[in-house]
């Protein structure tokens, strides 16, 4: 859970997971300070909090050549 601080002063907890914006029981919808854990980036990055794995090859539409696959370069 993250621990959200609103600018109303009320504080409140949201999913990780959550898709929506966090919302106060007052109405308030802006934001102050949140407390998560660290971010953990998946993907073309570097840092400490990055974690190496292969992905799926993405499909991309380019117009109007039509679809392209991505895929990892061969060592």
Do not use: W
Request: hydrophobic letters at 35%.
């Amino acid at each position: 859970m993250i621990s959200v601080t609103f600018v109303c002063g009320h504080t409140g907890s949201v999913s990780e997971t959550a898709q929506a914006a966090p919302t106060c029981g007052c109405g308030e919808q802006q934001v102050r300070r949140v407390a998560a854990r660290a971010p953990r980036f998946i993907g073309a990055c570097s840092g400490p909090y990055c974690e190496t794995r292969m992905l799926e090859p993405a499909v991309v539409n380019v117009a109007p050549a039509g679809p392209l696959t991505l895929k990892t370069p061969k060592d």
